[in-house]
């Protein structure tokens, strides 16, 4: 009789290699560009196939066998992406020998345990990107119902698609499609952390680091915020003149150039996108 967290590594490493063997099969028969195929690689079908491979055996493990189920949660989540990129690697071989890999060159510049040391060593930020996920799923939407923050298009951030890249294989591909899904995290928790500092908090910092530091990612810092030192008349005075067209995004939006906004009642105005994508040639 296998000892419990023995079954827990084996069916784990089972089920992660037998979820992406369907994974692969299904996507080869639709077509990387059909409809099914599109839907599952945007939020919010993306995020139970991410939780499936990434945090369900992290939750099903503890709960059959303690912190014991854990650690063989783990190690057959590690031991099912090896054994995939391995397989991965040898299907695409006859296309790939030879040809440039980042993770060679990265390996080169810096040294091939520093690179696999840290690269691995990221996957601990894992949970971390999971309750940012869930605040964005639960937490903010009753902004957007109370405060009247713009909603969010989630798919338009949270979505996959470097596995179209052509010569991303094995080791490469799951590192990143990994940098791709947290990168559309933590884009969208950024987006709707700026309606929220600009809707309650519109002053600037008083430590003038912190205020070149952060104004990249919120604008509004040097695109309208009172400065430090202003008085709560002129941040009020902000407040009225930037939300009193009931429009209630960050003052640099992009919807503010594009789209007259429209009395506070009307809801259908909340529904605005993110950023427009850059055009191309």
């Known amino acids: 009789?296998?000892?419990?967290?023995?079954?827990?590594?084996?069916g784990t490493v089972g089920a992660l290699l037998l979820g992406a063997l369907l994974l692969?099969?299904?996507?080869?028969?639709?077509?990387?560009?059909?409809?099914?195929?599109?839907?599952?690689?945007?939020?919010?079908?993306?995020?139970?196939?991410?939780?499936?491979?990434?945090?369900?055996?992290?939750?099903?493990g503890p709960i059959l066998g303690g912190w014991a189920g854990l650690g063989a949660a783990v190690g057959g989540q590690v031991s099912a992406m090896l054994l995939w990129i391995v397989g991965h690697e040898l299907w695409h071989l006859s296309t790939t020998r030879g040809r440039p890999r980042i993770f060679r060159t990265i390996s080169r510049n810096v040294g091939g345990w520093r690179n696999h040391v840290g690269v691995w060593w990221t996957t601990l930020a894992?949970?971390?990107?999971?309750?940012?996920?869930?605040?964005?799923?639960?937490?903010?939407?009753?902004?957007t119902f109370t405060a009247r923050l713009p909603r969010q298009r989630h798919g338009d951030w949270v979505n996959l698609s470097r596995q179209k890249f052509e010569g991303l294989v094995g080791y490469d591909l799951i590192w990143c499609l990994y940098c791709d899904w947290m990168t559309g995290v933590w884009a969208l928790g950024?987006?709707?952390?700026?309606?929220?500092?600009?809707?309650?908090?519109?002053?600037?910092?008083?430590?003038?680091?912190?205020?070149?530091n952060c104004v990249v990612d919120f604008p509004d810092i040097d695109g309208g915020w009172v400065d430090a030192d202003g008085t709560m008349d002129d941040v009020t005075a902000v407040l009225n003149a930037k939300y009193g067209d009931g429009f209630h995004g960050w003052f640099g939006h992009p919807a503010r150039l594009t789209v007259s906004a429209k009395p506070a009642t009307d809801t259908k105005r909340e529904d605005t996108p993110g950023p427009p994508p850059a055009e191309t040639e």
């Not at 009789?1 to 084996?10: A, F, G, N």
């Not at 894992?126 to 902004?143: D, G």
């Open 126 to 143: 894992v949970p971390a990107f999971w309750i940012i996920r869930a605040a964005e799923v639960f937490i903010y939407p009753v902004l």
């Open 24 to 60: 692969h099969v299904v996507l080869r028969v639709v077509g990387p560009d059909g409809g099914l195929a599109r839907a599952v690689a945007r939020a919010p079908l993306v995020d139970v196939l991410v939780f499936f491979f990434t945090g369900a055996p992290q939750v099903v």
């Open 190 to 212: 950024s987006e709707m952390l700026r309606n929220v500092e600009s809707f309650w908090c519109p002053i600037r910092f008083g430590d003038a680091a912190k205020c070149a």
């Open 1 to 10: 009789m296998w000892s419990e967290p023995l079954q827990i590594y084996v």
